[in-house]
């Protein structure tokens, strides 16, 4: 029916995508591929056509071409869940390994001793998500301590992936004895995702958090929102997190953004001094740029205003830098 419809109407690329689907569905992978060249010739902007034939070039075994196709649609997308899951498979195909140094620098106003962390993972990637093994040191407080963790990103299916994380400290003076980590992503369609999670850090005082969060992507744009509450015995204490990103590049990776926060100072809390502050507000700067094609280098800086009873406001710099590279 739709074949005799297309001579009679060869224009009606809908109908055209449909009828490469259903031959790609039948693994008749070079007709499908075909009729998907043949819409995108007629409609080059058309998103569902370009993911269509990224999926017959990866069932036919045409990785280079899903993989440059992949690279097409995350640049004009980068939270396009189908184009991602390709990336990640192929990156587990071609540089399954990889391994992430850096470096933070936080300094205050009033005089206080810097804080020092460094910060060592390696990992592999594999076809359901990568696995990392992660070292921390962290100089604070005239005290070392070292945080070793285990971090998993399981992807379950298009769209839904989770971020897994269990670690123990060396000393447990500035480090919880051990923490748990916990989110669930979910894409809901529309360019949007949400997400939601828990963390435990096991101090003395043993501290939960609830986690939520909502992306949505606007072409190379992504809009990020995050809220955390943590219970206490006499009060609950929330954060917020705003966040604006540029992607950037040919491969839809890299990105710029820009964040405001009110609570944790910090994005991923770890240790003593990363918890929730009164009245904490801070405006952070990030570069994450891909210099090469196995090789990416990573910038943060900044500042918080901490506001102290019968004292003067605190004020604490962060910066930090790293490089990424997948051999």
């Given at each position: 029916?739709?074949?005799?419809?297309?001579?009679?109407?060869?224009?009606?690329?809908?109908?055209?995508?449909?009828?490469?689907?259903?031959?790609?569905?039948?693994?008749?992978?070079?007709?499908?591929?075909?009729?998907?060249?043949?819409?995108?010739?007629?409609?080059?902007?058309?998103?569902?056509?370009?993911?269509?034939?990224?999926?017959?070039?990866?069932?036919?075994?045409?990785?280079?071409?899903?993989?440059?196709?992949?690279?097409?649609?995350?640049?004009?997308?980068?939270?396009?869940?189908?184009?991602?899951?390709?990336?990640?498979?192929?990156?587990?195909?071609?540089?399954?390994?990889?391994?992430?140094?850096?470096?933070?620098?936080?300094?205050?106003?009033?005089?206080?001793?810097?804080?020092?962390?460094?910060?060592?993972?390696?990992?592999?990637?594999?076809?359901?998500?990568?696995?990392?093994?992660?070292?921390?040191?962290?100089?604070?407080?005239?005290?070392?301590?070292?945080?070793?963790?285990?971090?998993?990103?399981?992807?379950?299916?298009?769209?839904?992936?989770?971020?897994?994380?269990?670690?123990?400290?060396?000393?447990?003076?500035?480090?919880?004895?051990?923490?748990?980590?916990?989110?669930?992503?979910?894409?809901?369609?529309?360019?949007?995702?949400?997400?939601?999670?828990?963390?435990?850090?096991?101090?003395?005082?043993?501290?939960?958090?609830?986690?939520?969060?909502?992306?949505?992507?606007?072409?190379?744009?992504?809009?990020?929102?995050?809220?955390?509450?943590?219970?206490?015995?006499?009060?609950?204490?929330?954060?917020?997190?705003?966040?604006?990103?540029?992607?950037?590049?040919?491969?839809?990776?890299?990105?710029?953004?820009?964040?405001?926060?009110?609570?944790?100072?910090?994005?991923?809390?770890?240790?003593?001094?990363?918890?929730?502050?009164?009245?904490?507000n801070t405006l952070r700067g990030q570069a994450s740029l891909d210099v090469s094609p196995r090789t990416r280098v990573l910038?943060?800086?900044?500042?918080?205003?901490?506001?102290?009873?019968?004292?003067?406001?605190?004020?604490?710099?962060?910066?930090?830098?790293?490089?990424?590279?997948?051999?």
């Amino acid at each position: 029916m739709l074949r005799s419809h297309l001579s009679s109407t060869p224009r009606d690329v809908d109908a055209r995508l449909v009828y490469g689907l259903m031959l790609s569905w039948d693994r008749r992978y070079d007709e499908a591929r075909s009729e998907f060249q043949r819409v995108l010739q007629d409609t080059p902007d058309y998103k569902d056509a370009r993911v269509a034939l990224m999926n017959v070039e990866m069932w036919s075994g045409r990785t280079s071409q899903a993989g440059d196709l992949a690279s097409q649609i995350l640049t004009r997308d980068p939270g396009d869940p189908q184009a991602r899951l390709v990336r990640q498979r192929l990156d587990a195909r071609t540089h399954p390994w990889h391994v992430r140094t850096e470096y933070s620098l936080d300094s205050f106003n009033d005089g206080g001793d810097p804080w020092h962390e460094l910060a060592l993972s390696v990992g592999r990637e594999t076809a359901r998500g990568p696995v990392s093994f992660r070292g921390t040191s962290a100089t604070r407080f005239g005290t070392r301590d070292q945080l070793v963790e285990i971090e998993a990103y399981p992807t379950f299916t298009t769209g839904t992936y989770a971020y897994v994380s269990v670690g123990a400290a060396t000393r447990g003076d500035l480090f919880p004895d051990y923490r748990l980590a916990f989110d669930l992503y979910q894409a809901v369609g529309a360019g949007l995702e949400v997400s939601g999670g828990y963390r435990r850090l096991e101090f003395a005082a043993p501290v939960s958090i609830y986690n939520a969060g909502a992306t949505k992507y606007l072409g190379p744009w992504a809009l990020i929102e995050r809220v955390s509450l943590v219970p206490g015995d006499e009060s609950n204490s929330w954060s917020f997190q705003s966040e604006t990103r540029r992607y950037l590049g040919s491969a839809g990776t890299s990105f710029l953004a820009g964040a405001y926060s009110y609570g944790f100072n910090r994005e991923e809390p770890r240790g003593l001094g990363d918890s929730i502050r009164l009245r904490s507000n801070t405006l952070r700067g990030q570069a994450s740029l891909d210099v090469s094609p196995r090789t990416r280098v990573l910038v943060t800086v900044s500042t918080s205003r901490q506001e102290r009873m019968l004292n003067t406001p605190l004020w604490q710099t962060t910066v930090s830098a790293g490089t990424a590279y997948k051999f």
